[in-house]
């Protein structure tokens, strides 16, 4: 072989201008603009919007949302999809107020139950997947029925309430002047983010989603990979749900549902291909918070819940359309 | 070239960052098939697309029977009489062959007033059409989908046929079919150029150069290298033209020492395709599999690699009895898999070159779990030298590379796990001229340096003769026969894997 | 093997789990009742001994202590123009249609209050207190609410109260504390009587009857289920129950449990009581099908619209709910009062526009008044 055909131009670092540029037009750099955009437009339409008070209390409300939108994401770019969240949430919720209530467990106890009872839901989940071959959609859609279920038969549609104070300090509390869960929020996107982004857990996940055939001929254990992200997606189901019953101080069977198409509306509205192989945690947080301000932002400036569904669709799908756009003139350059 | 009925003159073609094709030119004549050869990236398809309207060129002109023709989408080629048949079928699998044939231009009749299909006249016209191309035996109502490669394929040229083409573009027709339905092909291709039909055939395979075309024009890095008649060039000449140089040795097999056994396999079994395997690979040694597509030698591969796991026998890794139940265990074991399936199985073409060469090792190029960019942009580059692998660099995606080089990264993924012992299946299948011998340049040399032993699996006889130490040739899921480098003959190894005899299997597994 | 057993385990373990609580209860009372105490109300038939009752209960039961929240103090707002927001359960049905409606009334006939109605789509518990929330922020003088749960709307209640908005319920209440008012559309026992004495009315007072509920849990059903079982143990003691059905709220399971009670019962039956908005229509639908209406009256809560061809028919005399025009027209009336100043712990009744005077009952909630009863003569004039 002659050097004329290998002789390639060795790459020189990227200036701090085009890493900026190259920052700018990634997916996670077009979405950031566009939430930018619409923060600003938002506050010119109404002061009550742009208030450190009013954005710590969104970050309240979509703490549970953004938490299962991490492992939803990691399902996702393996090509796979978890529609039984929601259930698993309020299955938790249930098991938690029950055990505590019915069975008389400590409460420390219960929400140790309730959380494990969701990793369970989501191994369960996992392990028919990966050793029956159900497919993700078939097997999260039967669950989704089944978990519900389960969660109204245990609940006979009673509430458990009455949690002694030192229970809401997670939902309803603060920590160095910012809400208790955003912390928790904020440390899982750090960690799971790195996690994805830098671990060869991650990079096994990215494999997979491209092409699950090649991951396993690659000698990846595909199978353990899959078994732990499902399993993963239904503990933190679980810690959301532990969450919420701590923030709304009551525990209902009904609890969660439909959670799972807002989390996969923010996963998909964040750059995460629903084929799989690509996404980033970055870009799945941006899109929580990108529907969490829009959604606050225009009951704020005067615009009534069904018609801002509908602003909230619109910029989903401009989002998305802006984003192809973008990449494949990229793919191109 | 004045009874040049399509002639394409001074023609470039950029896309960002590539100059496809430089000044090229190309010609076809009424009634010859005209081939059209090159490494893969020597600018073939974008000619042909050119040809087809898919692409429009920035500069130079068509010319069609003398008049300047501008193309702006394939609709207006089709409409001009140039058709194309694509590797990748374009048929419907769920409709019927006539409904395919008269896809979009399906003969109609009033009825109660409206323009409706009129089935029988589709259906008569598809035999007529098929009965033209000397093909009687298929039906004409079937679904496209239970039919076999060669039996779509006929069915696309006579869709093509039915609109009148007067030029027919043949990509690669040959890469799928089996060695029958070649013949019908290279049958139907002669009959049509006595009708007159012009033909532009792309292949990689030089013989069926030699058997068909009249022509011949090489394209080399989107240069035009010239055109030959087929009567006046060989097969040397043709070589040095598409690679720029002459290689002198197709198989260059180094001499190895051949060391201790690596790999014995001891009565493995799982039918239906792998029954009572009993073979060993020595370091240093390449073992030739050989046999018919379906005789059960890539599954005999990945039982060996733990994609179907074996139902009994056993698998000794330098003496030691091991279990693989999983590819993961394989790795683990030393053992690397060049699949067959190289987009499927192979790699993962949506990832960099850097991704896909640690993708066995990620425990090297990591510490506690996090994966060192650096590190593996090392080992990319390093692999990219030792290969040759001609990219842009290692955060180039592998669905930008050739076919050639997208096979070199498989092959450098599996290297840098270290392996004792590398399975590879059809290793140059869909490889271009140059990127073969360079693959086989390093299979003999991992041999003969590091004492790899090496299975390889091929269906091409000259590679099983040209790189084998020994030969292996299983039929019905059975090993069937074995032989030394120097006993070995094309006749020989065919003649195992075709028999019906089993001549020399009940001593096989005994001797080895 | 032990993936299998591990897999058949974890099944097991589960069913087990749904199973457990589905088990075990001893039935006293008429299945689908709760288990909570009963209050029945006196004895007696017709609209104008219900209103004898309001009176006497008012004197009988010693005043109960407000329990309701208080508003932080903010500018004393009275007599001035005020912006409410109404956030009932979700918007686009009929029955909060008629509540808005109701709303808008009140707001015209005063001239100082303007409503607006902001709600999820769909009934969920966090949704309403993130609008709640917004609207706490965006800033109005008045919140009203119809909470999708009693426990889990409370704490943003809590936080307007804290803001200095004045918040009052109606139709669906919460903890007493964070809100300052609940318009009480019907007590529990008001509904179980206005159904038992429909019935006995019609059928007379030893007739048979069996019940098609949602289900035996929920919570309103199992309530109402209870108070008519105090209320005709008292008042009708030959009234015979035969069998309660489950239809949740299901329109085509609501008719086939209605066949399965006429099938099953023939003539022993003169009576069902359909307890959802469901299972009364499609109660009547089988009924008039089987064309029983002579023998088998059909009493229920639902709402006009869906009952109009059954009663217009004369198939059903009677369709019991309460007027959810009145209920908010009433919420907009008790809010004006509280910012106003006129209205307050303490207060034995409010003042209430058309409806004239409304009584406070368990210490902060104002009751709208008896049931009413939807029939032939004056069904069409509602359209919700």
């Given at each position: 072989m002659t050097d004329k055909k290998t002789g390639q131009p060795i790459p020189r670092n990227p200036t701090l201008g085009e890493k900026l540029r190259h920052l700018l037009i990634s997916q996670e750099g077009v979405l950031f603009v566009i939430m930018l955009v619409s923060v600003l437009f938002l506050a010119t339409r109404t002061d009550k919007f742009l208030t450190v008070d009013n954005l710590l209390q969104q970050g309240r409300f979509m703490t549970e949302v953004g938490l299962i939108a991490i492992p939803m994401t990691y399902i996702i770019i393996t090509g796979g999809i978890d529609l039984s969240v929601g259930s698993i949430l309020g299955l938790t919720a249930i098991v938690l107020g029950w055990t505590w209530q019915e069975l008389g467990f400590p409460l420390e106890l219960a929400i140790v139950t309730g959380i494990l009872s969701g990793t369970l839901a989501g191994f369960v989940n996992g392990l028919f997947i990966v050793?029956?071959?159900?497919?993700p959609l078939i097997m999260t859609l039967a669950t989704l029925a089944l978990y519900r279920g389960l969660a109204e038969g245990i609940s006979e549609a009673r509430s458990a309430r009455g949690y002694p104070e030192w229970f809401f300090q997670l939902g309803q509390g603060e920590f160095l002047g910012i809400p208790t869960q955003l912390w928790l929020l904020i440390i899982a996107v750090i960690v799971f983010g790195i996690v994805l982004a830098r671990t060869r857990l991650g990079r096994a996940l990215y494999a997979i989603g491209n092409n699950e055939l090649g991951a396993r001929f690659s000698g990846l254990t595909v199978n353990r990979h899959l078994l732990f992200i499902y399993t993963f997606s239904g503990f933190m189901a679980g810690v959301a749900g532990y969450i919420f019953v701590s923030r709304v101080s009551t525990t209902r069977s009904?609890?969660?549902?439909?959670?799972e198409l807002d989390v996969i509306a923010a996963v998909v509205l964040g750059g995460t291909s629903i084929f799989g192989g690509t996404g980033s945690i970055p870009g799945t947080i941006i899109g929580v918070v990108l529907i969490q301000l829009l959604k606050n932002g225009l009951t704020l400036s005067g615009v009534t819940s069904d018609a801002t569904i509908v602003v909230i669709g619109s910029v989903l799908i401009f989002a998305i359309l802006v984003n192809n756009f973008i990449q494949s003139r990229r793919e191109e350059s | 070239m004045s009874d040049a009925l399509l002639q394409l003159r001074g023609i470039d073609k950029h896309f960002p960052g590539v100059h496809a094709l430089k000044d090229a030119r190309f010609d076809v004549r009424r009634g010859e098939v005209h081939a059209l050869i090159g490494e893969n990236g020597a600018g073939k398809s974008t000619m042909i697309k050119i040809v087809s309207g898919v692409y429009q060129p920035d500069t130079g002109e068509i010319l069609l029977d003398g008049r300047r023709v501008e193309f702006s989408n394939p609709r207006e080629a089709h409409a001009a009489g140039i058709a194309t048949i694509y590797?990748?079928?374009?048929?419907?699998?769920?409709?019927s062959v006539a409904e395919n044939i008269f896809m979009g231009h399906a003969p109609t009749m009033k009825r109660f007033g409206l323009r409706a299909i009129d089935w029988e006249a589709m259906e008569q016209g598809a035999a007529a059409l098929l009965a033209e191309l000397n093909i009687h035996n298929l039906d004409v109502g079937a679904k496209v989908g239970t039919l076999n490669v060669g039996n779509r394929q006929r069915v696309e040229i006579a869709k093509a046929l039915s609109l009148d083409a007067q030029i027919l573009i043949m990509d690669e027709p040959t890469a799928a079919l089996t060695e029958s339905d070649v013949e019908q092909l290279f049958s139907i291709v002669r009959l049509l150029r006595e009708r007159g039909v012009s033909i532009i055939y792309i292949s990689h395979r030089l013989n069926e150069v030699f058997e068909l075309a009249d022509r011949v024009t090489v394209l080399r890095d989107g240069d035009y290298i010239g055109t030959q008649d087929v009567s006046a060039t060989s097969e040397g000449e043709l070589i040095s033209m598409m690679v720029g140089r002459t290689i002198e040795n197709l198989f260059p097999k180094q001499v190895a020492e051949i060391g201790d056994v690596v790999l014995e396999v001891r009565n493995l079994n799982r039918p239906p395709l792998t029954r009572d395997i009993s073979f060993s690979v020595r370091a240093g040694e390449i073992v030739g599999l050989a046999g018919l597509?379906?005789?059960?030698r890539s599954e005999t591969a990945q039982v060996i690699f733990g994609v179907l796991p074996a139902e009994s026998g056993e698998i000794l890794l330098n003496g030691q009895p091991v279990k693989i139940s999983r590819p993961s265990e394989a790795v683990d074991h030393g053992i690397g898999y060049v699949p067959e399936d190289r987009g499927h199985q192979g790699l993962i073409r949506e990832m960099t070159i850097r991704e896909n060469t640690s993708m066995a090792v990620l425990e090297l190029v990591s510490k506690n779990t996090f994966i060192s960019r650096a590190k593996e942009r090392v080992l990319a580059n390093h692999s990219i030298r030792q290969l040759s692998i001609r990219a842009t660099g290692p955060d180039q995606t592998a669905n930008k590379l050739s076919g050639g080089n997208q096979q070199k990264v498989v092959v450098s993924k599996w290297l840098a796990s270290s392996p004792k012992l590398l399975i590879m299946d059809e290793p140059t299948r869909g490889v271009d001229v140059g990127a073969k011998s360079e693959i086989h340049r390093l299979m003999s040399q991992l041999a003969a340096e590091q004492g790899l032993a090496i299975l390889m699996i091929s269906s091409e006889l000259p590679e099983i003769l040209g790189m084998s130490d020994r030969v292996l040739v299983m039929r019905e899921g059975r090993l069937v026969g074995e032989f030394t480098r120097e006993e070995a003959t094309q006749e020989l190894i065919a003649h195992a894997m075709m028999s019906a005899t089993p001549a020399v299997t009940s001593d096989v597994g005994a001797t080895l | 093997m032990k993936r299998t057993f591990a897999i058949t385990l974890i099944l097991a373990l589960l069913l087990a789990l749904v199973a457990m609580p589905l088990s075990a209860d001893g039935h006293e009372r008429w299945d689908g009742a709760d288990d909570l105490d009963v209050n029945p109300l006196a004895c007696g038939m017709g609209d104008e001994m219900m209103e004898d009752d309001d009176g006497d209960m008012e004197e009988e039961m010693e005043m109960m202590e407000y329990d309701g929240g208080m508003a932080a103090m903010g500018d004393d707002m009275a007599g001035m123009d005020i912006t409410l927001v109404d956030v009932p359960k979700l918007v686009g049905i009929g029955y909060f249609a008629a509540t808005t409606l109701g709303q808008q009334q009140a707001a015209e006939e005063l001239g100082n209050v303007s409503v607006t109605t902001d709600a999820p789509t769909e009934a969920n518990i966090d949704d309403q207190i993130q609008v709640i929330d917004s609207y706490i922020t965006a800033g109005v003088d008045g919140i009203l609410f119809a909470a999708n749960d009693p426990v889990a709307i409370a704490p943003v209640l809590r936080k307007a109260l804290e803001a200095g908005i004045h918040v009052v319920g109606y139709d669906a209440n919460s903890e007493p504390d964070a809100r300052e008012w609940f318009v009480n559309q019907a007590e529990f026992n008001g509904i179980a009587k206005a159904l038992v004495d429909s019935l006995a009315d019609q059928m007379g007072a030893d007739a048979s009857f069996g019940i098609v509920t949602s289900t035996f849990t929920t919570p309103n059903q199992a309530r109402w289920i209870a108070e008519m079982w105090a209320y005709a143990g008292e008042c009708y003691p030959d009234l015979e129950w035969l069998e309660t059905l489950e239809a949740q709220e299901d329109a085509v399971l609501s008719f086939q449990q209605a066949q399965t009670l006429l099938n099953k019962y023939g003539e022993d039956l003169d009576g069902i009581f359909a307890m959802t908005s469901v299972a009364t229509p499609n109660g009547a639908d089988a009924v008039q099908q089987a064309d029983a209406c002579e023998d088998v009256a059909v009493v229920g809560l639902a709402t006009p619209n869906g009952m109009k061809p059954y009663v217009n028919s004369g198939c059903v005399r009677d369709v019991i709910l309460w007027n959810p025009v009145d209920l908010g027209y009433a919420a907009v009336y008790v809010m004006r009062a509280v910012v106003d100043g006129e209205?307050?712990?303490?207060?034995?009744s409010v003042s209430a526009g058309r409806l004239g005077d409304l009584v406070v009952v368990n210490g902060s909630e104002v009751l709208l008044g008896p049931p009413f009863t939807f029939t032939a003569d004056n069904i069409n004039d509602f359209d919700f």
């Open positions: 050793r029956v071959g159900v497919p009904d609890m969660g549902t439909g959670i | 590797q990748e079928l374009g048929l419907y699998p769920e409709l597509v379906g005789s059960g | 209205f307050g712990p303490g207060d034995a």
